[in-house]
């Protein structure tokens, strides 16, 4: 018991001493000791560096997965088997449950209609991007995000804790430097000749006896000078080969870096690939996109029925095809446009056009051509492209380019 007090009664006069040699030097009172300027730099590159590592990790972690607190508990899960040292179980991606519900919803919608074939196309797509995604995730995390954090929460704290242990020996170093001027300072006065017409003889006795005293502590504030300034140097010869050691850091995260990027190039490029297929098949599709929600179910009818359309998509005939009652719109020309042939309808800039909404006839694919005028009425039929409208001025009829007008209320 005895030994545990006195030892704590040592490290708080260390402290206490510290924490006066660190005030004094602050507001200029006691000298401190200088780094040399390779070291200062050394001490700046490595600030530097754990700033900015820190920063690209913390970044890095929210980019790969940027809802840390959802409903999964995705980063509270990992947090925890990381402290119990054990490995994460893979996990369903976002994107794979989307694709898992949108399949699921082609089963109650039925896969045989436009809208199910279509959720069953992209949800197998989804699931194969979710599944890229997971790849692209684990990769990342093995070859970009742990060595980052392995400097983070090894060698960085290695660095910290010895320049902590490197500034305590310093200020120890400097409070010698204090002692021993202090020390050297009584001793000259100690050692000063005494005036022989005002001091009494017994004072001479005194002043011998304060001289050797002083000697002594001059001697012995020499010798801690010394241990000091030894602990010192080799406290700063470990920090030295430390902080040199950042650049193999740097080394070692830029090798981690181009793996990231990779991953990231082949992540991006299994995805496009993917979509291009998807965009493949959709296009395989019949009537995907061509008919609005109001008449999908009575096209369907129609096709299923096998009925016949005066607007069939290969014998479209525009003299067949009649206006619609109601829902036709005016539109102003915007560009000339030259038909190309019979089925079309020239125009020239600046005249107006009126396109329709679309009528609840059969499906069908319809071309037109425009010819010049001043108004040009048009509308639309089922299953028609929408990149196209029918136009009618007078007696003319035929195909119109819809990016060649502006619809006006």
Known sequence: MDF????????????????????????????????????????????????????????????????????????????????????????????????QYMQDAAKEFGPGTPYGSTLIEVGECERRLGAAEREFLQTSAISFLTPLRNFLEGDWRTISKERRLLENLRLDLDACKTRLKKAKVAEAKAGMAPDFQETRPRNYVLSASASALWSEEVDKAEHEL???????????????????GISSTHVNHL???????????????????????????????????ALNATHTIATTGSATEGLSSPVETDTLKIEEVQAPATGTRKAKVLYDYDAADSS????????????????????????????????????????????????ERGNQKGKVPVTYLELLS
């Open 255 to 289: 090798r981690c870096l181009h793996e990231f990027v990779e991953a990231q190039a082949a992540y991006h490029k299994q995805c496009h690939f993917h979509m291009q297929e998807l965009q493949k098949e959709l296009g395989r599709l019949p009537n995907a996109f």
């Open 344 to 391: 079309e309808l020239s125009l020239l800039a600046d005249e107006d056009t009126n396109p329709s909404l679309l009528s609840e006839s059969p499906a069908c694919t319809l071309l037109l051509f425009l010819t010049p005028g001043r108004l040009i009425t048009v509308y639309t039929v089922p299953g028609m492209d929408s990149d196209w409208l029918i136009g």
């Open 4 to 99: 545990n007090v006195k030892k704590l009664a040592s490290g708080a006069g260390v402290f206490f001493t510290r924490a006066v040699q660190f005030t004094e030097e602050k507001f200029g009172q006691a000298e401190k000791t200088e780094l040399d300027a390779h070291f200062e730099n050394l001490l700046s590159r490595a600030d530097c560096t754990k700033l900015w590592t820190e920063k690209i990790y913390r970044q890095t972690e929210a980019l790969l997965q940027p809802n840390p607190i959802d409903h999964t508990g995705a980063r509270i899960e990992e947090f925890l088997y990381e402290k119990l040292d054990r490995k994460v179980p893979s996990r369903i991606t976002n994107g794979e449950l989307l694709g």
């Open 226 to 244: 010394r241990v000091a300034q030894t602990e010192f140097d080799r406290q700063a010869e470990v920090t030295r080969l430390l902080l040199e």
